[in-house]
């Protein structure tokens, strides 16, 4: 068997793979994983229980063959139609996080591009403006808030569980924000979540605008072709059924068993004939499309949140995983190209070109600007294979909803079967749950922290503080609680923190 890559005439996708060193000898030895892998991506669409550790179904490749006739497409574009004639409404925050938020900022600065919220109405086709909150930090929060008179603003806050921490404090704060405006909450409120999750049961209490909802079996970070994309994209004036219908045609063609045939198959096998299958390569993304910038981001959380896992399906520990980073093309030429060209050679690129260019502008010498960013990706691929780097290129006629969404379902396809190959579930994250935990522990911490504050005085180093509060195995979190309450100016029953910086370490003033 060899890889040869694969042409469709659907959007003039192009896979190229000879680029990648491919020795017969691994190929052969990959060959024998391959029915099992397939046998595996076969099972998925049955609806056998794929994701083994919360006993789930993993559905987003089969559920978006139905999306399109289904009752909640038909109400999610009736919403934001109404939204669309209704003049008071002038924004539109989404809160969520991970592939909450990745997926719909991905589309909306794909198809809408980076400026939509300059435009004027008009151009805009009376849709509102897009904006995003996707952590916990107050200066996102505050950026949004700048911009948006919340009177005329939608908040739609997006979580499975509806327990996710950064997106629930998002919540919150935009609701005591609405209440100290004298504004009612549950009237801008939208929500995207879980039947019975706790936003699902808190809005239904609340009598928020509306609520839509979100498959237990379709984790945030494929969630991009389901209601979660749905309602960004259609609030924005995407065309999502053309989205939807491009990762079906993709799905089309990635289920065809003959790895030959079948593009996702082939980047899952140089993946892992590439990095030995343990990932001993970075994959490095670079989209040749500014409005793409994003993808390199969107990938990097979809293959290493499925394929970093310390255990595989059998519990045994393999600490198995694929890091991804990228930029665009040709920024990537100023930015690590340098090292990519003359330095380790850790990694593989991919390069992914859009064909057509958004203007016609001619430079010089017949030279359009669109010929100086493919000959700058063509004689950076060149130079790469001269030194040995390896390379894969895919080629689309253009970026358009159908093209983004059969991106992203390549990607899908050859993550799940790649996890297939190395024996591992791709659809849960035990490790996001650890870090969880911790800070779970670090808030613990933080609360008999504040109580001791509220009742001493003095000055302390982190250590003597840490001590005094019976903390005294917490020294790190309580230097870090304490420069964070010191540079917030908190005060605690009447009581703050202080620091100063003296003989080389802080000091801290409680009183």
């Known amino acids: 068997m060899s890889f040869t890559g694969f042409k469709s005439a659907d959007c003039g996708f192009s896979l190229d793979v000879s680029g990648m060193s491919l020795p017969a000898a691994a190929v052969a030895a990959l060959e024998k994983r391959l029915p099992a892998a397939h046998a595996g991506m076969v099972a998925i669409e049955a609806g056998e229980i794929k994701n083994p550790d919360e006993g789930r179904q993993v559905t987003h490749f089969s559920d978006r063959l139905s999306y399109l006739e289904s009752d909640v497409y038909a109400a999610v574009e009736a919403f934001a139609e109404t939204v669309r004639r209704d003049e008071s409404i002038h924004n539109v925050i989404i809160n969520g996080i991970g592939g909450s938020a990745l997926g719909p900022q991905l589309l909306q600065f794909a198809v809408n591009g980076p400026y939509w919220n ?6 805009r086709k009376g849709y509102p403006r ?11 929060l505050a950026d949004a808030k700048a911009v948006c008179a919340l009177a005329n603003t939608l908040v739609v806050s997006i979580s499975k569980s509806g327990g996710t921490q950064e997106t629930k404090n998002n919540m919150i704060a935009l609701e005591q924000a609405y209440a100290a405006a004298g504004l009612t909450f549950a009237d801008h409120a939208v929500a995207i979540t879980m039947a019975g999750s706790q936003l699902d049961q808190y809005a239904r209490a609340n009598h928020w605008r509306d609520i839509f909802p979100m498959a237990e079996s379709i984790g945030g970070r494929t969630s991009e072709t389901n209601i979660v994309g749905h309602v960004p994209a259609a609030l924005a004036g995407i065309h999502f059924a053309e989205f939807v219908e491009g990762a079906k045609a993709m799905d089309a063609m990635t289920r065809v068993e003959n790895p030959a045939a079948n593009p996702a198959y082939q980047l899952a096998a140089c993946w892992y004939i590439a990095g030995a299958g343990k990932g001993d390569r970075a994959m490095v993304v670079v989209p040749y499309s500014d409005r793409l910038v994003l993808l390199g981001k969107y990938l990097q959380q979809l293959v290493m949140e499925s394929l970093g896992k310390e255990l595989d399906l ?4 393999v600490h198995q995983g694929l890091t991804v980073y990228g930029n665009k093309g040709g920024t990537d030429a100023h930015a690590y190209i340098q090292q990519l060209n003359d330095g380790r050679d850790d990694f593989f690129v991919t390069f992914i070109e859009p064909l057509k260019d958004a203007e016609h502008i001619v430079i010089g010498d017949g030279l359009t600007m669109g010929d100086y960013l493919h000959g700058f990706k063509e004689g950076l691929a060149s130079a790469l294979r001269a030194k040995g780097r390896q390379v894969i290129d895919i080629t689309i006629d253009a970026v358009t909803p159908r093209t983004l969404g059969m991106l992203i379902a390549l990607y899908e396809r050859a993550v799940a079967f790649y996890a297939e190959l190395i024996h591992i579930n791709a659809f849960h994250q035990p490790g996001v749950q650890a870090y969880k935990l911790a800070s779970k522990g670090v808030n613990d911490i933080s609360a008999k922290l504040r109580g001791w504050i509220a009742g001493g005085a003095g000055e302390f180093s982190a250590a003597a503080a840490a001590e005094a ?8 979190e309580v230097a870090g609680l304490l420069a964070k309450f010191a540079a917030n100016a908190r005060d605690f029953e009447g009581h703050t923190v202080k620091r100063a910086f003296r003989d ?3 000091v801290y003033q409680i009183g």
């Open 469 to 476: 509060a019976g903390l005294g195995d917490s020294t790190r």
């Open 118 to 123: 300059e435009l004027g109405t008009d151009t």
């Open 504 to 506: 080389g370490d802080w």
């Open 314 to 317: 059998d519990g045994h520990v």
């Open 130 to 140: 897009l904006y995003f909150v996707d952590n916990t930090d107050t200066a996102g």
